[in-house]
């Protein structure tokens, strides 16, 4: 429904211009070029790119960056097309454009939304002054399992988590206008399940049972669109035996006719033609048949709907009108964006490369590092160091520390941690000695030369940055063993063996299997790939700046065999019995009962979700209700004390889960329902309170109905997912 004078003039003015559309100039908006791969334009006799754009016959750019390539490629679609309808560029800008921001599992890792609000905000200022006013980004899909390459693009194992993180780079990626210049169109991917891929291979398939999907992997999409997200990608993936990109029941029934979701749907690059290889078409038209079917609006390079749908049109398989539908989202989208009033990039912002945007970036790298040992409080590192070493190539490289989808990247803009420290201890008269000992991360680690060794010997502290390269993770690069690379690994054994003060720095896509890392290094600093600013957080935590507030946005397994491994798992018939955790991984032990446990691991998490250690410690107690039993239209109140009884002002999250102790199915042991991150002062007692509508409890029922069903519950809050203070409450 057409809510005022404006949407009114809005949908006139499309609904005359898709009157004067022909049928190829319609399909021609809906199919989206690749200028960097130019993927063959077989339907067109190789016509290049520019022809295309003149003709009409292509509405959307992806991948082109170069300003002037992209002004010259608009003045062509705007001044020379028959209708001068602008193209939008897109682009897959994931965790920066030129300033590089941490990753997105890492800017989970913060549990600060503001902040990754305002890196998104940073990111659109930057790409839209390129012309650029679409980025396929947030990725959404909850991930559970490390082996998956593009585990590094999401935010963690968690729906409730991965959803508010969404809602908040929407926020930041659109601003509160599309039409603003520097607004930049968002786009949640992969709808849905893309992440649940079988053994943790990209492009895989995805047996998701019904339930799980409508309780794990829907909700951050559905958040998505309440946020008003512009657009939505449909994913690679087979579900259930059903390409996504051709999943009429979830993409048109649920998508469109119960969410309401008017924004355009676009399709995985060349995911309609794939159809065709997993099986489930026989052919471009088939699939293009089935694309548009579910009503996906774009199709991404390949070119099986400006091949076949006119055909198809012909034969009476569809009609127009969808035809129609799609383009008029699509044109609707380039309304909002204000292209047909300003198709050009006129944007001149001096604020790039701002002090404000590098702290930005400085501070939320800072808050997702996370803190996983630190024997005997030895960091922060003390006033009386006065001799270090650093270790491992990834110290000083900028293209590993920006992580994967960084292609565009400042690399002079990128601070590693090698010149961060380096500059600190000339500040503080600290002598400083450098050696990558490897290569790069990937190659044999054979011997260190003497006058390292001595180094080594030498030094107050060893501090040694191991870990992935950018192109270990992202999309394709899906790992089946997760520990270091060996050579790596050796070599930190043989610093260990040499000086016991070892600080061992992770760059890592990821969760890694790092028990090695563990046994040889006093303190563990667990720093993702944390962008530009990176190793100036990295130093800043290390000489105690800053105090790490990073907690875990995904478990940590103890070793492959565990995955997929996650807090919010069901309960068991036979739970394991708790075992000493210090029963060696890989040692058999025998079975002390029959109940469900691993003979050689221990069947925890090495660390559980939410995890995270200070150089400060945090005591909780009265823990209060505002009621003890609620209606459905009731909201939770949940009241706790925080003190920080260290000696270190420092930054919590406090988080609080919820148990449905009984249902009409088994439900999780736990789920996430809030969280806040709060700044304590040393002695300082803070009372937070929070507030969970009654209604956020629902699930799917036994009748496959989403319900909050009366009973016993528990609420949780704690500082992770395994150490909390409990109270019971009932829903009548």
């Known amino acids: 429904m057409l809510s005022n004078n404006k949407d009114i003039e809005e949908s006139n003015f499309i609904d005359s211009l898709i009157g004067k559309m022909t049928i190829r100039e319609k399909l021609g908006q809906m199919?989206?070029?690749?200028?960097?791969?130019?993927?063959?334009?077989?339907?067109?006799?190789?016509?290049?790119?520019?022809?295309?754009?003149?003709?009409?016959?292509?509405?959307?750019?992806?991948?082109?960056?170069?300003?002037?390539?992209?002004?010259?490629?608009?003045?062509?679609?705007?001044?020379?097309?028959?209708?001068?309808?602008?193209?939008?560029?897109?682009?897959?800008?994931?965790?920066?454009?030129?300033?590089?921001?941490?990753?997105?599992?890492?800017?989970?890792?913060?549990?600060?939304?503001?902040?990754?609000?305002?890196?998104?905000?940073?990111?659109?200022?930057?790409?839209?002054?390129?012309?650029?006013r679409w980025t396929f980004s947030p990725m959404i899909?909850?991930?559970?399992?490390?082996?998956?390459?593009?585990?590094?693009?999401?935010?963690?194992?968690?729906?409730?988590?991965?959803?508010?993180?969404?809602?908040?780079?929407?926020?930041?990626?659109?601003?509160?206008?599309?039409?603003?210049?520097?607004?930049?169109?968002?786009?949640?991917?992969?709808?849905?399940?893309?992440?649940?891929?079988?053994?943790?291979?990209?492009?895989?398939?995805?047996?998701?049972p019904p339930r799980e999907l409508n309780d794990v992997y829907l909700p951050p999409f559905l958040s998505s669109v309440k946020a008003g997200v512009a657009t939505i990608m449909a994913g690679f993936n087979d579900l259930d035996g059903i390409p996504m990109s051709g999943n009429k029941e979830l993409l048109k029934k649920l998508l469109r006719d119960e969410w309401n979701f008017d924004g355009v749907v676009v399709s995985d690059f060349n995911s309609i033609t794939e159809m065709i290889f997993q099986g489930f078409c026989q052919d471009g038209k088939e699939a293009a048949l089935k694309s548009i079917e579910s009503e996906i609006d774009i199709e991404m390079v390949s070119l099986n709907y400006m091949n076949f749908i006119e055909k198809l049109i012909e034969e009476g398989y569809i009609d127009t009108e969808l035809v129609n539908k799609c383009v008029r989202r699509i044109l609707n989208l380039k309304h909002k964006l204000g292209l047909f009033k300003n198709p050009y990039s006129n944007n001149n912002f001096t604020e790039i490369n701002s002090d404000f945007d590098n702290n930005v970036a400085l501070e939320l790298a800072e808050q997702s590092l996370i803190l996983l040992k630190n024997n005997a409080s030895f960091l922060p590192l003390k006033d009386d160091v006065q001799k270090i070493t650093v270790i491992g190539p990834l110290a000083d490289s900028k293209i590993d520390q920006m992580g994967c989808w960084s292609m565009d990247g400042d690399i002079?803009?990128?601070?590693?941690?090698?010149?961060?420290?380096?500059?600190?201890?000339?500040?503080?008269?600290?002598?400083?000695?450098?050696?990558?000992?490897?290569?790069?991360?990937?190659?044999?680690?054979?011997?260190?030369?003497?006058?390292?060794?001595?180094?080594?010997?030498?030094?107050?502290?060893?501090?040694?940055?191991?870990?992935?390269?950018?192109?270990?993770?992202?999309?394709?690069?899906?790992?089946?063993?997760?520990?270091?690379?060996?050579?790596?690994?050796?070599?930190?054994?043989?610093?260990?063996?040499?000086?016991?003060?070892?600080?061992?720095?992770?760059?890592?896509?990821?969760?890694?299997?790092?028990?090695?890392?563990?046994?040889?290094?006093?303190?563990?600093?667990?720093?993702?790939?944390?962008?530009?600013?990176?190793?100036?957080a990295v130093t800043n935590i290390l000489f105690g700046k800053s105090s790490p507030s990073g907690r875990l946005p995904i478990s940590f397994p103890?070793?492959?065999?565990?995955?997929?491994?996650?807090?919010?798992?069901?309960?068991?018939?036979?739970?394991?019995?708790?075992?000493?955790?210090?029963?060696?991984?890989?040692?058999?032990?025998?079975?002390?009962?029959?109940?469900?446990?691993?003979?050689?691991?221990?069947?925890?998490?090495?660390?559980?979700?939410?995890?995270?250690?200070?150089?400060?410690?945090?005591?909780?107690?009265?823990?209060?209700l505002n009621k003890i039993i609620l209606d459905i239209d009731d909201s939770l109140e949940v009241y706790i004390n925080v003190k920080n009884v260290g000696s270190v002002d420092s930054y919590e999250v406090i988080q609080v889960y919820i148990t449905d102790v009984v249902g009409s199915v088994t439900r999780p042991q736990k789920?996430?329902?809030?969280?806040?991150?709060?700044?304590?002062?040393?002695?300082?007692?803070?009372?937070?309170?929070?507030?969970?509508?009654?209604k956020s409890f629902k699930f799917t029922d036994i009748n496959g109905d989403f319900v909050v069903e009366p009973g016993q519950f528990k609420v949780w809050v704690g500082s992770n997912s395994e150490e909390c203070l409990n109270m019971e409450f009932y829903v009548k």
């Open 31 to 132: 199919y989206q070029i690749c200028i960097e791969a130019n993927n063959e334009n077989v339907a067109f006799n190789l016509e290049d790119d520019r022809s295309l754009v003149k003709k009409g016959f292509a509405g959307s750019v992806i991948n082109l960056v170069d300003r002037n390539l992209i002004q010259e490629y608009q003045k062509i679609a705007v001044e020379e097309s028959r209708l001068g309808i602008p193209l939008i560029f897109a682009r897959d800008i994931i965790h920066g454009f030129n300033l590089i921001f941490p990753i997105p599992l890492a800017q989970a890792a913060s549990w600060n939304l503001e902040l990754a609000e305002k890196a998104a905000a940073i990111t659109a200022k930057e790409a839209t002054i390129c012309g650029i």
């Open 141 to 208: 899909d909850v991930s559970r399992n490390p082996k998956w390459g593009r585990v590094a693009e999401g935010y963690g194992e968690d729906a409730f988590l991965v959803s508010s993180f969404a809602q908040a780079v929407i926020r930041g990626y659109q601003g509160e206008n599309l039409s603003d210049p520097s607004s930049l169109a968002a786009c949640s991917k992969h709808f849905v399940g893309y992440s649940a891929t079988e053994d943790g291979r990209d492009y895989n398939v995805t047996p998701i």
């Open 412 to 536: 002079d803009r990128v601070v590693t941690f090698y010149e961060s420290i380096k500059s600190y201890c000339l500040e503080q008269n600290i002598e400083l000695y450098y050696d990558s000992i490897l290569p790069d991360c990937r190659v044999s680690f054979e011997t260190i030369d003497d006058v390292t060794v001595e180094h080594i010997r030498r030094s107050d502290v060893v501090i040694v940055v191991v870990g992935e390269d950018s192109l270990m993770n992202g999309e394709k690069h899906c790992r089946a063993y997760l520990s270091l690379p060996l050579g790596q690994s050796k070599m930190l054994e043989k610093i260990a063996e040499i000086n016991k003060n070892v600080v061992t720095v992770v760059y890592a896509g990821r969760p890694l299997i790092i028990k090695d890392i563990l046994s040889n290094s006093t303190s563990v600093l667990y720093a993702w790939h944390p962008g530009s600013m990176g190793g100036k």
């Open 558 to 624: 103890r070793a492959e065999g565990q995955i997929p491994i996650y807090y919010s798992h069901k309960n068991y018939g036979r739970p394991p019995l708790e075992r000493p955790i210090s029963v060696n991984d890989g040692d058999f032990h025998n079975s002390i009962g029959w109940t469900s446990e691993y003979l050689d691991i221990n069947h925890k998490p090495l660390f559980p979700f939410g995890y995270g250690m200070s150089y400060t410690k945090f005591e909780y107690s009265e823990i209060k």
């Open 671 to 694: 789920e996430l329902k809030a969280f806040e991150k709060v700044f304590i002062k040393q002695e300082e007692i803070v009372q937070l309170k929070f507030s969970i509508p009654v």
